[in-house]
């Protein structure tokens, strides 16, 4: 029964995601993607919708005036910086911004959710479908998490899933302890002297010291990712000087994301990158700043919340496995199960579908049925919810 009533919400969540895929907006700027949401969730007689939450945020609550558990269920509604290379007829229609990390797909589920609980709506406690803004930045989360008017909220249960390439599709991909890694980017700058090209000795050019730095990572690292202090350390963007040929550069910028498995580990591997960098600045003799930006914390799910989810896919016979290592990317759902139990799961987009954040990549249409079908029987195991019955 709960596989049908999932079915029969297919047309209304296709579109939606061809609807929300076209239209993308960027963390931090999806106005127009929550007015829409709101609204939807506002005609699904929702008991309340909450607006503007850590910025662009939307809340529908759904309450059932019985008691039990609250239950927090969350997707995300922000896009990427990053043209789309698809010519399919719901491609983005904002330069230079895509759906490209499957959100509109996250979202279009709960929207399933949303008109289904209008349908059959909670029969104990209450349920909250969250629309996160700025994921991608690594900041959604701690602003909603901010918001005055989250004090009033207190979830039992958290819970959130992401879409997953590579694993086969409708597949649920779950674990206990930490689902994603701790990731914290930081920014290097070294200010030295510049001088005239055809001298550069009498200068104090940081490019020898930038270029050793980036050899001795692989020292710093821990590139086996199932040791518990696994660490890696990635460049991702360089600066130095400015194209004026005549000029030896001066200034230099280096830009590193850090990747671990544990907050503890993250904070050691960070000091041993710092001293490294000091210490080849003090004997280049340049000065050394540097700031960390676009932090997330790691997804740790709760044991309870994981054996919760398993009862919830063998009720379901919805097709699951046990992820060995946690996945390498940020995503700051951790910022919610550092404070309320719950857990985050990957849903299979298939074995050699695009991976996320290529140009190339576009949610699987026909995850969104699987997707709706997991939530409703993980609300069956909370207690929220269950099938009307004529």
Known sequence: MIATIAQNQSALMLSWRHQLHSLPEVSGQEVQTATRIAQFIQKCTADAVIENLGGTGVMGIFESNQPGPC??????????????????????????????????????????????????????????????????TGQGAQEVLADARWQSVKPDWVFALHNLPGYPVGQVVWRKGPFNAAVKSLVLRWQGKTAHAAEPEKGKNPVRTMAELVLQLP????????????????????????????????????????RT?????????????????????????????????????????????????????NHGVIPNCNSPEPMRWGEDFGAFTQSYPGAMV???????????????YDFPDELLVSGLHFWLQVLTQTGNWQPARD
């Open 219 to 258: 020292a710093i690292e821990v590139s086996n990712a199932a040791e518990p202090d696994f660490c890696l350390i990635t460049p991702v963007h360089q600066l130095l000087g400015s194209p004026a040929y005549g000029t030896a550069a001066g200034y230099g910028e280096l830009h590193l994301t850090l």
């Open 71 to 136: 239950t927090l269920i969350r997707a995300e509604l922000d896009a990427l910086p990053i043209a789309e290379s698809n010519v399919f007829a719901h491609r983005s229609i904002i330069p230079d911004t895509a759906h490209l990390c499957g959100h509109d797909g996250h979202m279009s589920i709960l929207l399933g959710l949303a008109a289904t609980l209008q349908q059959h709506p909670p029969h104990r406690g209450k349920v909250l479908l969250l629309f996160q803004p700025a994921e991608e």
């Open 261 to 313: 498995w544990s907050e503890a580990s993250m904070e050691s591997v960070a000091q041993k990158l710092l001293k490294t960098a000091a210490a080849l600045a003090r004997r280049d003799d340049l000065a050394l700043d540097y700031y960390w930006t676009e932090a997330f914390t790691a997804s740790c799910n709760d044991p309870a919340a994981v054996e919760l989810l398993k009862k919830a896919m």
């Open 346 to 360: 990957g849903l299979g987009a298939g074995e050699d579908h695009p991976a996320l954040h290529r140009p190339d």
